[in-house]
Nanobody, 119 residues
Framework: QVQLVESGGGLVQPGGSLRLSCRASGIISSIDTMGWYRQAPGKERELVAQ?????TYADSAKGRFTIARDNAKNMVYLQMNSLKPEDTAVYYCTMTLLEAGSVWLRQLWGQGTQVTVSS
């Protein structure tokens, strides 16, 4: 069974940087879209960035965050620079993929990783 495992969250000061990583484990035929969402306390989950071929970003992430995918490793990364307190949230990776032996695309989610931006 395919699972997504995230890493790289933590506590960082305003203006600092973090790099999140997410790996899909299991036997996978192909991965369509990879992305990152976040959910702050009391707020709905929102898209941060996603990439199929060309990456797209939420307005809040443009110019500060960079999403990148490594198809050979079934991984997606989120480089976050110039972090602000309002970036504090649980960050979730997601992949829409085709598992080996399946004919249907499935969207999977990671367990989430906490990012806290505070001085």
């Amino acid at each position: 069974q395919v699972q997504l495992v995230e890493s790289g969250g933590g506590l960082v000061q305003p203006g600092g940087s973090l790099r999140l990583s997410c790996r899909a484990s299991g036997i996978i035929s192909s991965i369509d879209t990879m992305g990152w969402y976040r959910q702050a306390p009391g707020k709905e989950r929102e898209l941060v960035a996603q990439v199929t071929i060309i990456p797209t970003y939420a307005d809040s992430a443009k110019g500060r965050f960079t999403i990148a995918r490594d198809n050979a490793k079934n991984m997606v990364y989120l480089q976050m620079n110039s972090l602000k307190p309002e970036d504090t949230a649980v960050y979730y990776c997601t992949m829409t993929l085709l598992e080996a032996g399946s004919v249907w695309l499935r969207q999977l989610w990671g367990q989430g990783t906490q990012v806290t931006v505070s001085s």
